[in-house]
């Protein structure tokens, strides 16, 4: 059976890796005395599978991963020992089995990603021109570093024009709310563009002020063609 997972990255766990909250998950699940599956071959590993990495440094309300059981196991039982055996920071949410024959993987079905960012040493004034003057430019680019030579990416065909949210209620492209920017981008397995991409456009075009290494990003969905992913 596979079993589906929503689980939390909070401020304890903000400065780990994709890598090492994959492995603070398995060691959890093994604490946890489930029955997980594993690889044959020389070196096994847990068949535990990821929708989309986190960036250093940044939280999330939804992360979604696979997990491959070997055994029978009720959801409710699942729930209440893995949750004991997971460390601060990271909560399980919610799980599902998947029907039986479930091809789909999480990350072919991840298509937009909904973003909030804090905006230090800049007012709400300011971040509101900014929003608007993004929103009605026509060409802006960021610069991707290679290992032989920087790539440019054009940013707005990128960002979601209509984003509908589990709440069903619609939002911009880029909008503020309570304080904090609001931005829902494309994701594709052939690239997505970065969420800090769109930040830099924003320091270099519209908000110099912006202290880029001070603002906190945090995802709060992924979702496929405007639904829940989970």
């Given amino acids: 059976m596979v079993i589906r997972m929503e689980l939390t990255k909070g401020a304890p766990v903000r400065y780990i890796s ?9 060691r959890a699940i093994r604490r946890a005395q489930i029955p997980a599956a594993y690889s044959e071959g020389f070196n096994p ?3 535990l599978s990821f929708a989309s990495a986190l960036p250093l440094g940044m939280t999330a309300k939804s992360v979604y991963a696979d997990l491959e059981l070997k055994k029978q196991m009720p959801v409710g039982k699942f729930c209440a020992v893995l949750n004991e055996a997971l460390l601060p920071g990271v909560m ?6 998947l029907p039986e024959g479930k091809k789909e993987t999480l990350a072919s079905l991840a298509t937009q990603a909904v973003y909030l960012a804090t905006l230090p040493n800049v007012t709400a004034e300011e971040a509101e021109r900014a929003v608007a003057e993004f929103n009605a430019a026509q060409g802006l680019y960021c610069e991707r570093e290679k290992k032989v030579k920087s790539k440019k990416r054009h940013v707005k065909p990128q960002v979601v024009k209509k984003t509908l ?4 209620y619609l939002l911009a492209p880029l909008s503020l709310e309570n304080g904090l920017l609001r931005l ?7 690239g997505s563009i970065k969420p800090s991409e769109v930040l830099g456009v924003f320091h ?13 990003l945090e995802r709060q969905a992924l979702l496929h063609d405007d639904k829940s992913i989970f």
Avoid: E, N, T, W
């Avoid at 399980?92 to 089995?97: E, K, T």
């Avoid at 829902?184 to 052939?190: A, C, E, M, R």
């Avoid at 270099?204 to 906190?216: K, N, R, S, T």
């Fill in 45 to 47: 590993h847990m068949k």
């Fill in 18 to 26: 994709h890598l090492d909250y994959a492995g603070l998950l398995q």
């Fill in 92 to 97: 399980l949410l919610r799980a599902v089995i």
């Fill in 204 to 216: 270099d075009q519209f908000l110099p002020q912006l202290d880029l290494a001070d603002v906190m």
């Fill in 165 to 168: 949210l589990l709440d069903d």
């Fill in 184 to 190: 829902s981008l494309k994701v594709s397995q052939g």
